[in-house]
């Protein structure tokens, strides 16, 4: 937390308006699930078939300079080079999760070693009935619990990423969000999911008016036990409770194409360098009210980076930042 605000707090000081927060660093899109909500394993043969280089990875990070590094995909744990690429990323101290479902988990661990600056952040869509179901495979919940209990065992830092659609139970949700925390993971992700248009099911994808219910329902009155990875004033914002606009830069992604302009949930072009990312991307196309395709989108990689930006740009924002800590929204 203090890595990141000492990060922000310096952006503001040089009168940085737009900045990076989050590195979305996707090394490989191929995966071993087919879950009908993604719009990365869609993509033919060929394609799925390439592989970022450790040295790509690392020149991308460099040249970003991003405070955190996210790592998805695809599922990372299948890419070759996946060892080096995270003992590399931590010898630059750079906070990093590596996002998988944890099918591979148990037998990759070796590979690494518990650090400060890694996480495993576990995608667990809910309990075993809507995890399964998400996944489109049965016992993936189970291996996945097997892969954190084991992961903690060894003392790796582990969290949870749960991305929600239209039709989720609340109290289903409560009670996942229980079953986590007594695993012991250090903290929980949420978010909406968004419509890729190459995903197989578009009929579960949530609107807006829909997200702000479905988290009110799951986080009014939240229990004292639960921890979440995530400001608390997205946390908000997903209630409906603040208004945001995306900051589609805070979490640049960079793949197998390039640098994908805006952000990692839109294809509108790639370009060869982070700064004509920065300097060539037309940001005011996009956003609630901009884009049509942005007009439902309450997804954690754009906003996210919003609510942190609020946190340390004004005292109020500061001060509710603080208020929702001790007292969540």
Same mark, same amino acid.
């Given at each position: 937390m203090w890595r990141v605000a000492s990060y922000v707090l310096g952006q503001k000081i040089k009168g940085n308006k737009r900045y990076p927060l989050v590195l979305m660093l996707e090394p490989l899109f191929r995966c071993n699930l087919a879950c009908a909500g993604c719009g990365k394993i869609q993509y033919p043969d060929h394609i799925l078939n390439k592989r970022l280089s450790a040295e790509q990875c690392f020149g991308a990070v460099d040249e970003c300079g991003a405070p955190m590094v996210s790592?998805?995909?695809g599922e990372p744990l299948m890419h070759p080079e996946i060892q080096q690429i995270v003992e590399g990323l931590v010898a630059r101290k750079k906070y990093i999760y590596l996002c998988t479902n944890a099918i591979l988990l148990k037998r990759k661990l070796d590979l690494f070693k518990p650090s400060q600056f890694l !996480? %495993?952040?576990v995608?667990?869509?809910?309990l075993k009935e809507e995890h399964d179901e998400a996944v489109c495979r049965d016992g993936i919940f189970d291996q996945a619990i097997g892969g954190i209990k084991e992961a903690l065992k060894r003392g790796f830092r582990v969290t949870t990423n749960t991305t929600l659609f239209d039709g989720a139970n609340p109290e289903r949700v409560r009670k996942f969000f229980d079953a986590m925390m007594e695993l012991g993971v250090e903290g929980m992700m949420v978010s909406p999911g968004y419509s890729y248009e190459k995903a197989p099911d578009q009929t579960h994808f949530l609107k807006r008016s829909r997200t702000h219910e479905l988290f009110k329902n799951i986080l009014t009155q939240p229990k004292k036990g639960w921890r979440f990875n995530q400001s608390p004033l997205f946390l908000a914002f997903l209630q409906g409770k603040r208004e945001y606009q995306c900051t589609p830069?805070?979490?640049? !992604? %960079?793949?197998v194409f390039g640098w994908q302009k805006p952000c990692y949930l839109l294809q509108d072009g790639y370009v060869s360098s982070f700064k004509e990312l920065m300097t060539d991307t037309n940001w005011d196309n996009y956003g609630t009210g901009k884009n049509e395709k942005c007009a439902d989108c309450m997804v954690h990689c754009g906003y996210e980076a919003t609510a942190v930006d609020d946190?340390?740009?004004?005292?109020r924002g500061l001060f509710d930042t603080v208020r929702f800590m001790i007292k969540p929204a």
């Open positions: 790592i998805p995909g !996480t %495993f952040s995608h667990m869509d809910g830069w805070g979490n640049p !992604t %960079f793949n946190t340390f740009g004004s005292w």
